[in-house]
DNA sequence: TCGGGACAATGATATAAATCAAGAAATTAT
DNA sequence: ATAATTTCTTGATTTATATCATTGTCCCGA
């Protein structure tokens, strides 16, 4: 049996898939037994033969393993930790385009150059194949086809999303809209009334992808905590007495 | 879903697509020709198949054909004139996610509801599928798949710029950027070292393109005519006499 | 040819967020 | 533990862009 295994998350990630037959496993008990992470979406041989294909990496925390505009060799799985994926202006300016976790897929270049960075926020876990190879398995096994365009439609949609947000949100609007974020991330389609949260980034990371700086947003959760939309503990850890406020708020309907 | 935008990297637009095999159109005579906007990139039988599916429709300029949040029945392919895409927010306040043009793809939700809406900018011409009817066809020509798949992968760059943008340029960068984007919609890759093009959206579009408001917006544009950026004559054609510099400029080298 | 309505440009003023500056916590190293 | 860093918070001030207000320009229909 082979050690290497994509995150259990991996095929479960969308909710809800793009297209038929694809509905496989929305966190399927299947997929936790198998211990492969790859759904029920695909079937075991194809699941052999992406496993083999893959080899297990560790990236210990703050450390940049995708380098912008790099050539694009390889294409990966997170299995654990959260990795930022950025874009930079040549005087330093830069601006983080999401925090990927457990379960997805990045790489998807168009060109043969990387267009954006990665950079891990924790200590991450990484399934990583070579493209060439995964063009061959996607010839022969047109369900991973279909898993990376459930996977990009996702993604796309939390991109419009962020341009709403990153265009005409106020940092008020933007943090708050943040935090939701990071419930959904946490809790999927089940949201409870109220609920914790961990921060794995730094508050100079949450600027960069909120389009703010490290200033405002600090004033702005302690704005939150003032309004009691937040706990009163500082820090990493985040107390959301009542979810549903923050989503007003972060949806503009403050 | 969302396209263009393109600035300053996503001059290295689609041409190169992700994966193997799809080498295909962006915007090919035979596309042309044929008059149905679906690429060399799908063998014949399957654009005969495509074809028959779906329904030709003319829509005036100004008409919103997608309405948020309402349910996703149908995808689009344009075969002609310009879309805008967009996402608002309770109390009108708008950003357009991108502007597409011809052979684009669009309506690939992740739900049985649209994410954004839609509204035509010209007059515009569309090819309508039925959602369920395309995946019938996916199963059959996984081609297909792979044409969307590689769609959204250059949209993914694109938002990916955008979100850079918004985040992080100034007025000036945004309006550059802005200008370059449509160099590329009009040109490709082989640029000229000046050229003109026709802005076919008013400037309030433009600023909910950009993230800024309409004063600004035409502020920009006066500050880039007398910074000899752009030519002197005003309205919806544009005269860029240096591409390169125009470039440097919207990519923060300026 | 004229007149009305949308679109665009420009000026004056207001403001949200940036920048500059300093201290307080938290983390890491010694 | 204690020192050295880094991260976070808060305050004072500036600034880029928004907002408000006005005038000019381009269409399109009568």
Chains 1, 2 share one sequence.
């Not at 399927?28 to 037994?33: F, G, L, Q, R, Y």
């Not at 914790?196 to 960069?208: Q, V």
Request: hydrophobic share 40%; charged share 25%.
């Amino acid at each position: 049996m082979s050690t290497v295994s994509l995150s259990d998350q991996a095929l479960r990630r969308p909710r809800r898939l793009v297209l038929a037959g694809m509905e496989g496993c929305t966190n399927c008990a299947a997929c936790e037994v198998r211990g492969h992470g790859v759904c029920s979406a695909l079937a075991d041989k194809e699941l052999e033969r992406l496993s083999r294909a893959a080899v297990k990496v560790t990236v210990p925390a703050g450390h940049v393993f995708i380098e912008e505009g790099s050539a694009a060799h390889d294409f990966f799985n997170v299995t654990g930790g959260t990795v930022k994926l950025f874009k930079s202006l040549p005087d330093g300016r830069r601006q983080i385009t999401g925090f990927v976790g457990v379960g997805h897929f990045l790489g998807l270049a168009v060109s043969d150059h990387y267009a954006f960075g990665a950079e891990s926020v924790e200590q991450v876990q990484l399934c990583r194949f070579s493209r060439t190879k995964l063009e061959t398995l996607m010839e022969e096994f047109p369900s991973i086809e279909r898993r990376l365009l459930a996977e990009a439609a996702n993604e796309l949609v939390a991109a419009q999303d962020q341009m709403l947000l990153l265009g005409r949100k106020t940092a008020h609007e933007r943090v708050a809209s943040f935090l939701c974020g990071r419930l959904v991330e946490k809790y999927g389609e089940c949201m409870p009334p109220a609920a914790d949260i961990f921060l794995p980034m730094t508050r100079a990371d949450i600027a960069d992808f909120l389009g703010l700086t490290v200033e405002t947003v600090s004033r702005t959760f302690s704005r939150l905590r003032r309004e009691h939309l937040i706990g009163a503990g500082a820090g990493q850890d985040i107390h959301i007495p009542s979810v549903s406020r923050l989503e007003a708020i972060g949806s503009g309907d403050g």
